[in-house]
């Protein structure tokens, strides 16, 4: 499968713990992005990377949120002392670089209890 | 501010039917559009795409059409099938753009 992949697929934790999604993006496609989606919304943009470099991450949600590519392949993205309102869908994309359709992942399901 | 906007959300069609679905937006900035598909507890799958040089694209049984004077624009699903049902979504992109701006999605059921 060559497709963008996201580990895990859930994850439940408890209000104020940290938490860590992976992206493995498509091998060829050097943007990634990671969008949230809550229910009834469309998918809302968070930030991105070009390669390594985060080209955009005035978007994340507060600076509990934040998200590397260090080598410029996987990407992680996380969420330090976790709240009620931070449960939503996780979703990575990937493109490449000028291209407009950006391909998504499976998603994480988050649940803050 | 919803800059794309799915004012139907929800579709019933009939299996072999045409499936209309429509968006509209309000920055003039974008210039490419796209549609994605979406199952229950799977991320958007992409679907088709328009620029806005053009006014049509068609991919088989898919067909978006783009009015630039009116910020709008519809997918065409003929004829449609059961494994249609999916929320879609309508996205926008300015030129030179990253970020994707997405419409709150349209649950389309077909029945057969």
């Known amino acids: 499968d060559t497709g963008v992949s996201q580990d895990p697929r859930h994850k439940i934790t408890k209000r104020g713990q940290n938490v860590t999604f992976r992206c493995d993006p498509i091998?060829?496609?050097?943007?990634l992005y990671w969008y949230r989606q809550t229910l009834g919304q469309g998918p809302e943009f968070l930030t991105y990377?070009?390669?390594?470099?985060?080209?955009?991450k005035s978007r994340l949600l507060s600076d509990r949120f934040s998200a590397e590519r260090p080598k410029g392949s996987f990407s992680t993205l996380e969420i330090q002392r976790t709240e009620q309102g931070d449960s939503a869908m996780y979703l990575c994309?990937?493109?490449?670089?000028?291209?407009?359709?950006?391909?998504f992942g499976q998603g994480t399901r988050l649940t803050v209890v | 501010d919803q800059q794309v906007k799915q004012n139907s959300p929800s579709l019933s069609v009939q299996e072999g039917r045409i499936s209309i679905l429509n968006c509209d937006y309000t920055?003039?900035?974008?210039?490419?559009f796209l549609w994605y598909k979406k199952y229950p507890a799977e991320g958007p799958t992409f679907l088709i795409s328009?620029?806005?040089?053009?006014d049509k694209n068609e991919d088989g049984r898919f067909t978006v059409f783009l009015n630039k004077s009116a910020k709008h624009l519809s997918l065409h699903i003929v004829p449609s099938q059961p494994g249609d049902s999916a929320v879609y979504f309508c996205?926008?992109?300015?030129?030179?753009?990253?970020?994707?701006?997405f419409g709150k999605g349209t649950s389309l059921l077909v029945t057969p």
């Open positions: 920055n003039s900035m974008f210039d490419y």
């Open positions: 091998s060829e496609h050097n943007r």
């Open positions: 996205a926008a992109i300015e030129n030179s753009g990253y970020a994707l701006n």
């Open positions: 990377f070009q390669n390594e470099a985060q080209l955009e």
């Open positions: 328009i620029s806005s040089i053009k």
């Open positions: 994309a990937s493109s490449l670089e000028g291209g407009s359709e950006a391909f």
